[in-house]
């Protein structure tokens, strides 16, 4: 039941309009009555006041000042304008005022019954809609979260009927009638490095600035915490929705430069469009298309209606070229090339997900071509973390696979070279002599090539084999050791490799033509005799 006041400074017309109201029909406990303004707000200080009929020209104060100050002080009560003043400037500022009508005396009394009932259809949305902001400020969130994410993972059926039975099981105060707005906000990227529980606390900051700042005071709408640093904000919403996405707009752009500035991250928002609750995991399904298939912009706000990415089949580029390129180690060269060829995609808007991903496997596919044309082992070069890491990264955006270019690049061209390569090889063998490990395969692991292509170029560059030059340089520091320490023999063996002792002097003797104990006294020997002959010698020859 409503309460209806007649506000009018003439009697006859408050009389013939209680003449003319028929409670129980239209559903009226009270109608209340004032004849001036002053009077309209004593019934509003001792009554309930839900329908107020309201002429203009009354004495001290008018009607449109008692609009404004009942808009004020009571903002659910719903005014309707009556007066014999078929005025335009006045119907402009009583709507201006949130009058719901503006009617000329006489007021026909279907007339009369037909703006009442318009009355008071829009204070059961209003009841309605202020019923759903006090479940939003007040209910459980988890609640809501679980019934969003069930409807996303289709747990609950994406039907009507499904998702009423849902919302009823949940105690939701949902109608069927009631829309929302989905809003996605995805990480594009951390620009700092940054451990798991850094990670999550960046991403509680980032949950609540969004509560703040795009759901607001009136907090109606609730957050849904999904997978890869992403949240869904479902916004209900009763006023045009024109208005709604262009506020959100606006919160956006605040919101991403907040987060931008002091997150340490890359953030993108996507704002769908007004849906019924059942539609909204196909909204969110769009929405998500819509995120993997932004490979080209960071920190931007994106409207499904309007943004939706280009589908048109870009040309891929010349990978014969490029692999000429690697071949032979321009790299400066293939880096500026695929730099210039993306930059040019994104310029005619035809870059996606799916060519991005096409370009990361054809790119991939010319790499290790070279690389096995030059004998390098490709899981050898680039099974490290941060390989590893660019690799799967190189498919989400533009930026990450020009990163990914770069390093891959870098890495293929700088273990081609034959010179550079070897001199590794040496280097490794010099600060490995003492190891008896020191075989051509694990050699051969730590240049990233082919164990046979290593041994080719090793060759070609020394004119020894890889097994020759060990030997040799064994040897030749355990002769260094013999004549210039006084390092038992057995420790000397260990010292170039060799744990068996008869081993090592068998080698020795094969390659000095004599054993570890006869060279150490034969240069002892030819150490004392050079002493001697330089104290026979006078210092004045």
Request: with cysteine; charged share 25%; aromatic share 8%.
């Given at each position: 039941?409503?309460?209806?006041?007649?506000v009018d400074?003439?009697?006859?017309?408050?009389?013939?309009?209680?003449?003319?109201?028929?409670?129980?029909k239209?559903?009226?406990?009270?109608?209340?009555?004032?004849?001036t303004?002053?009077?309209?707000?004593?019934?509003?200080?001792?009554?309930?006041?839900?329908?107020?009929?309201?002429?203009?020209?009354?004495?001290?104060?008018?009607?449109?000042?008692?609009?404004?100050?009942?808009?004020?002080h009571?903002?659910?009560?719903?005014?309707i304008?009556?007066?014999?003043?078929?005025?335009?400037?006045?119907?402009?500022?009583?709507?201006?005022?949130?009058?719901?009508?503006?009617?000329?005396?006489?007021v026909?009394?279907?007339?009369?019954?037909?703006?009442?009932?318009?009355?008071?259809s829009?204070?059961?949305?209003?009841?309605?809609?202020?019923?759903?902001?006090?479940f939003?400020?007040?209910?459980?969130?988890?609640?809501?979260?679980r019934f969003?994410?069930?409807?996303?993972?289709?747990t609950?059926?994406?039907?009507?009927l499904?998702?009423?039975?849902?919302?009823?099981?949940?105690k939701?105060?949902?109608?069927?009638?009631?829309?929302?707005?989905?809003?996605?906000?995805?990480?594009?990227r951390?620009?700092?490095?940054?451990?798991?529980?850094?990670?999550?606390?960046?991403?509680?900051?980032?949950k609540?600035?969004?509560?703040?700042?795009?759901?607001?005071?009136?907090?109606?709408g609730?957050?849904?915490?999904?997978d890869?640093?992403?949240?869904?904000?479902?916004?209900?919403?009763?006023?045009?929705e024109?208005?709604?996405?262009?506020?959100?707009?606006t919160?956006?752009?605040a919101?991403i430069?907040?987060?931008?500035?002091?997150?340490?991250?890359?953030?993108?928002?996507?704002?769908?469009?007004?849906?019924?609750?059942h539609?909204?995991?196909?909204?969110?399904?769009?929405?998500?298309?819509?995120?993997?298939?932004n490979?080209?912009?960071?920190?931007k706000?994106?409207?499904?209606k309007?943004?939706?990415?280009?589908?048109?089949?870009?040309?891929?580029?010349?990978?014969?070229?490029w692999?000429t390129?690697?071949?032979?180690?321009?790299?400066?060269?293939?880096?500026?090339?695929?730099?210039?060829?993306?930059?040019r995609?994104?310029?005619?808007?035809q870059?996606?997900?799916?060519?991005?991903?096409k370009?990361?496997?054809?790119?991939?596919?010319?790499?290790?071509f070279?690389?096995?044309?030059?004998?390098?082992?490709a899981?050898?070069?680039?099974?490290?973390?941060?390989s590893?890491?660019?690799?799967?990264?190189?498919?989400?955006s533009?930026?990450?696979?020009?990163?990914w270019?770069?390093?891959?690049?870098?890495?293929?061209?700088?273990?081609?070279?034959?010179?550079n390569?070897?001199?590794?090889v040496?280097?490794?063998?010099?600060?490995?002599?003492?190891?008896?490990?020191?075989?051509r395969?694990?050699?051969?692991?730590?240049?990233?090539?082919?164990?046979?292509?290593?041994?080719?170029?090793?060759?070609?560059?020394?004119?020894?084999?890889?097994?020759?030059?060990?030997?040799?340089?064994?040897?030749?520091?355990?002769?260094?050791?013999?004549?210039?320490?006084?390092?038992?023999i057995?420790?000397?063996?260990?010292?170039?490799?060799?744990?068996n002792?008869?081993?090592?002097?068998?080698?020795?003797?094969?390659?000095?033509?004599?054993?570890p104990?006869?060279?150490?006294?034969?240069?002892?020997e030819?150490?004392?005799?050079?002493?001697?002959?330089?104290q026979?010698v006078?210092?004045?020859?």
């Amino acid at each position: 039941m409503y309460n209806l006041m007649i506000v009018d400074d003439e009697m006859l017309v408050v009389e013939g309009l209680l003449f003319d109201l028929d409670k129980e029909k239209l559903q009226l406990s009270q109608v209340l009555t004032a004849y001036t303004t002053k009077m309209a707000k004593e019934v509003f200080e001792q009554h309930r006041v839900d329908i107020m009929l309201c002429d203009i020209e009354m004495p001290q104060e008018s009607g449109l000042q008692l609009l404004s100050w009942v808009r004020e002080h009571y903002p659910d009560t719903v005014s309707i304008i009556i007066t014999s003043h078929a005025d335009f400037h006045y119907a402009k500022e009583a709507i201006e005022l949130g009058s719901l009508d503006y009617l000329l005396k006489p007021v026909p009394t279907v007339e009369l019954e037909r703006v009442i009932e318009k009355a008071k259809s829009r204070l059961t949305r209003v009841t309605q809609f202020n019923h759903y902001h006090k479940f939003w400020s007040q209910q459980q969130p988890l609640v809501v979260e679980r019934f969003w994410l069930d409807l996303l993972h289709h747990t609950i059926p994406a039907k009507e009927l499904a998702v009423n039975e849902a919302m009823k099981e949940s105690k939701l105060p949902f109608s069927a009638e009631m829309r929302f707005l989905p809003l996605l906000i995805s990480v594009q990227r951390w620009s700092k490095d940054l451990d798991l529980r850094s990670r999550k606390i960046l991403e509680y900051a980032l949950k609540n600035s969004a509560e703040e700042m795009l759901i607001g005071e009136l907090k109606m709408g609730s957050i849904v915490p999904l997978d890869r640093s992403r949240m869904l904000i479902i916004f209900v919403h009763e006023s045009d929705e024109n208005a709604i996405t262009e506020q959100l707009l606006t919160k956006c752009k605040a919101y991403i430069e907040s987060c931008t500035r002091y997150f340490y991250c890359d953030i993108s928002c996507y704002i769908g469009a007004s849906a019924y609750a059942h539609e909204i995991s196909d909204m969110y399904n769009e929405l998500v298309s819509l995120e993997r298939n932004n490979v080209a912009f960071n920190n931007k706000v994106f409207f499904l209606k309007a943004d939706a990415i280009s589908t048109v089949a870009a040309r891929l580029p010349d990978m014969e070229l490029w692999a000429t390129l690697l071949k032979k180690g321009a790299k400066d060269t293939i880096i500026n090339e695929v730099s210039s060829y993306l930059d040019r995609l994104v310029l005619l808007k035809q870059i996606n997900a799916e060519v991005l991903h096409k370009l990361h496997l054809d790119f991939l596919q010319l790499v290790y071509f070279v690389l096995n044309l030059k004998g390098i082992q490709a899981h050898q070069l680039f099974s490290d973390r941060l390989s590893t890491e660019l690799s799967d990264n190189a498919t989400r955006s533009v930026a990450d696979l020009k990163v990914w270019v770069r390093h891959t690049v870098d890495k293929a061209i700088e273990h081609s070279e034959a010179d550079n390569v070897v001199d590794k090889v040496k280097k490794y063998i010099a600060l490995h002599l003492e190891s008896d490990e020191l075989s051509r395969d694990i050699i051969a692991a730590q240049t990233y090539l082919n164990p046979d292509y290593l041994s080719r170029i090793f060759k070609k560059q020394t004119g020894l084999s890889i097994s020759d030059y060990v030997i040799h340089e064994r040897i030749r520091m355990a002769s260094e050791l013999l004549t210039k320490t006084d390092m038992p023999i057995s420790q000397v063996a260990g010292s170039v490799g060799y744990s068996n002792f008869s081993h090592f002097t068998n080698i020795f003797k094969k390659y000095m033509k004599c054993s570890p104990v006869e060279y150490r006294l034969k240069h002892q020997e030819v150490g004392k005799s050079q002493e001697t002959s330089r104290q026979n010698v006078s210092p004045l020859e």
